[in-house]
């Protein structure tokens, strides 16, 4: 069987047996011409099968035909990389050698991801042990250069991350930035915990992407498990996406108006930001929304009484809202400091496989909602927001977008439920040996779940693919140019996840 | 600007009114759990064993509640069949010893307020350094908003500054992995003395969802001496808020402080 015959889809699962196993030659040459053909790599990853091989898998994306492929390889210690003739693999790979302990040969930046033991790596083998805090930084030399190295532990109250740069006066030259700090070994405990506790694992895969991340993880699951889902509790599941999606854009609009100094759209913002929180504890107990998705639908229903009150909140909301974008996007000392700064080509964009808004900021109309849609975006559309400019005055205007979307959807949805429970009854057996794939947008952007059962009905590989996964490097491509006193103000335009990259 | 300033003056201070007076919560929300003793028949053997986390703990007399290994999802209530275990709406959950955060009923803890010396150089004016050592990201999302305009960290003279040199005192959030123990170590000794050390949730207090996994630890790792413990996945701010006011002595029990 080809690789785009399986009928994979998003919440689908497929007989593990119906996944190509091909020669790496060849594997090697249906990823690499798939990708040159309108495909994209979603996820790509190694897997330990029994002796001494490793499993590669690769699980492509057609977007525009709601498609999704799979194909397979075995490989000892080694195998020629895609890299070269296909960047979009580039940080899969590298991913691949530290936890398979497989080399891709040929790689053009072989370097560490994570920073952590093989965790994935065939019983067969022993890994050399490694210096964690060794990383081979790229360097440039000249009299008048300089280095400039921030964090792991960095500026405000935030996630830990290295920067390296390398700067002429206040421009950079370039950036490395390093990650990995925040690794627990999220994808080990998903493969190993028991049921509940990995669904709280997964909720704290990225703790301000807890739906996001539980969508996906259920969605995967209730493939596996042949679950029936509740039309009302995907319907609850599709709104509480969405007022996470308004949560996280209203915070980070707020934090790009306190990076250029402008601090009533940081108080605004920061207000609204925790009014859609509220919202989201009041649905679930939780602000961020803990112990809502679950397992068949949902752990928390919507009465008649809260779904009414709820939408009076998001009228309210809408209305502050609209004052405050006009406001922050009318100013023009803010505008000034966002045009031109930051820009990621689109070319670059395409290479790096970049997803979310990110890529909607450069002009790419790519959304899971639009592609793959899954649940309530089977019926009902938000619009996709794109902006063509790619820099940071961009990438806060398709935030803004959605945010005005993402409420008119929600101020609909919350009035028209489907009836019925809140939740199906959960099965608990897995099919044996099969592939699901569960992919959400979430609000940074794709977020990809791959799970494989094994021959007694339990989980044997989970694998998680956060969006800033591949957005990390655009914030390393868009940098250059720039001066370094407009880092933070890039950074937070990017706004990605130090823990949804580590795991 | 002036539409913006009118509809400001319309509506009135965004500033929670807690201390002055009680925060007040939704129906689910997920505070303070509590364990009714008497609704447990003999299945304190097995309780530990049921639940997801460990919220449950094991002792001489029976089954204790522990806040620091409590992850506060639904499913740690539900575990008890007999229904012994529920939460409240009570934010209130820091504690300035890691053993009073375990007890019978879930009862809040006292915090022991800072004396002396730390009081008379902390208790107005108190600059935080944070530092996340293998977290999810949820707790730092919370202390951010402490600095928002609804719960005004800044009004009690508390502040998050860059450095650890400027510091009195660091906030650690995570399990303490691997990749981070290290900068976390130095962190804190970049800390003039005397100092501060607050651990905040879950992961903090014994590794949250992650304990057990051999890249993280149990939390701050038992030589580093604690001044203050706060649970929750994550703390909501008014939890965060309470525990450090209690630590200042801004907050005692039986009286508010004027903010």
């Known amino acids: 069987m080809r690789f785009d015959q399986l009928g994979l889809r998003n919440r689908r699962s497929v007989p593990w047996s119906a996944v190509p196993l091909e020669p790496i030659a060849s594997f090697r040459e249906t990823v690499i011409a798939a990708v040159a053909d309108g495909w994209r790599p979603a996820a790509f990853f190694g897997m330990p099968e029994t002796g001494s091989e490793t499993r590669l898998v690769a699980i492509l994306a057609h977007d525009e035909r709601g498609e999704l492929g799979a194909t397979s390889a075995r490989v000892a210690d080694g195998f020629p990389s895609l890299t070269p003739e296909c960047p979009q693999v580039h940080l899969f790979e590298r991913e691949i050698a530290e936890q398979c302990g497989v080399t891709p040969e040929g790689h053009p930046w072989l370097k560490p991801v994570r920073r952590h033991p093989p965790d994935h790596m065939v019983a067969d083998r022993r890994a050399a042990p490694a210096d964690r805090e060794a990383y081979p930084f790229f360097r440039a030399q000249g009299a008048e250069l300089h280095e400039v190295a921030v964090g792991p532990v960095h500026a405000g109250v935030i996630e830990p991350g290295h920067f390296r740069f390398q700067a002429h006066g206040e421009e950079v030259l370039f950036l490395e930035i390093v990650l990995g700090y925040q690794h627990r070994g999220v994808e080990r405990l998903l493969e190993s915990r028991e049921r509940t506790g990995a669904l709280l694992v997964a909720e704290s895969i990225a703790g301000d992407t807890v739906i996001g991340h539980a969508e996906a993880y259920c969605g995967a699951l209730e493939a596996l498990a042949r679950s029936r889902k509740s039309p009302r509790g995907q319907a609850i599941r599709g709104c509480a996406l969405e007022l996470e999606r308004i949560a996280n854009h209203l915070g980070d609009l707020g934090a790009l108006a306190g990076d250029v100094a402008f601090a009533p759209g940081a108080a605004i913002f920061g207000r609204l930001r925790g009014e859609a929180l509220n919202l989201l504890m009041t649905l679930s107990g939780n602000r961020f929304g803990r112990g809502l998705i679950r397992p068949g639908g949902v752990g928390f229903d919507v009465p008649p009484e809260m779904a009414a009150e709820a939408r009076a909140r998001l009228g309210a909301l809408r209305a502050e809202f609209f004052r405050a974008a006009d406001m922050l996007f009318d100013n023009g000392s803010v505008q000034g400091r966002f045009e031109g700064t930051g820009i990621l080509p689109l070319r670059n964009c395409v290479e790096l496989g970049c997803v979310g808004p990110a890529a909607r900021a450069c002009g790419m109309a790519r959304d899971v909602r639009l592609d793959h849609p899954w649940g309530l975006f089977r019926f009902a559309h938000i619009p996709v927001a794109t902006a063509p400019s790619g820099d940071v005055a961009a990438r806060a205007m398709v935030r803004r977008l959605e945010v005005e979307r993402s409420l008119e959807f929600l101020i609909e949805q919350l009035g028209a439920l489907p009836r019925g429970a809140t939740r199906a009854e959960a099965e608990t057996l897995l099919v044996p040996d099969e592939l699901a794939v569960a992919m959400v947008e979430g609000w940074r952007g794709e977020i990809v779940h791959v799970a494989v059962s094994d021959s007694r009905g339990g989980v044997r590989r989970w694998k998680v693919k956060d969006p800033s996964f591949h957005n990390w490097s655009a914030l390393a491509v868009a940098l250059p140019g720039n001066a370094i006193s407009d880092f933070p103000l890039c950074n937070k335009s990017f706004n990605l996840s130090y823990a949804g990259h580590d795991l | ?259």
């Not at chain 2, 499913?75 to 053993?99: K, L």
């Not at chain 2, 902390?122 to 707790?139: D, I, K, M, N, T």
Request: with cysteine.
């Open chain 2, 1 to 259: 600007m002036l539409k913006m300033i009118l509809a400001n003056l319309l509506r009135g201070p965004a500033t929670t009114a807690f201390p002055r007076r009680p925060a007040e919560f939704p129906e689910r929300f997920r505070g303070r759990p509590e364990l009714d003793a008497s609704r447990c028949e003999n299945g304190l053997a097995r309780c530990g064993a049921m639940s997801p986390s460990r919220l449950v703990v094991q002792s001489s007399k029976g089954a204790n509640l522990d806040l620091g290994g409590c992850l506060f999802s639904p499913e740690e209530a539900s575990a008890c069949p007999q229904g012994a275990i529920r939460y409240t709406r009570d934010p209130r959950m820091a504690a300035t010893r890691r053993e009073d955060l375990i007890t019978p009923g879930g009862e809040p803890a006292a915090v022991r307020a800072l004396q002396g010396a730390t009081r008379r150089l902390f208790g107005r004016s108190l600059r935080l350094r944070s530092v996340v050592a293998g977290s999810c990201g949820g707790c730092e999302a919370e202390l951010v908003a402490l600095g928002n305009v609804v719960f005004d960290l800044q009004r009690f003279g508390v502040q998050f500054v860059a450095s650890p040199r400027h510091a009195d005192g660091v906030v650690i959030t995570g399990a303490v992995n691997a990749n981070m123990e290290l900068a976390l170590r130095k962190s804190i000794d970049a800390v003039p003395d005397p100092r501060l050390v607050i651990a905040v949730g879950a992961c903090a207090i014994s590794g949250g969802p992650f304990a057990g996994s051999p890249e993280v630890g149990k939390g701050v790792p038992a030589d580093l001496p604690v001044d203050l413990w706060v649970p929750g996945c994550p703390p909501h701010p008014i939890t965060l808020l309470d525990g450090l006011l209690r630590l200042l002595g801004r907050l005692e029990n039986g009286s508010r402080d004027r903010a």
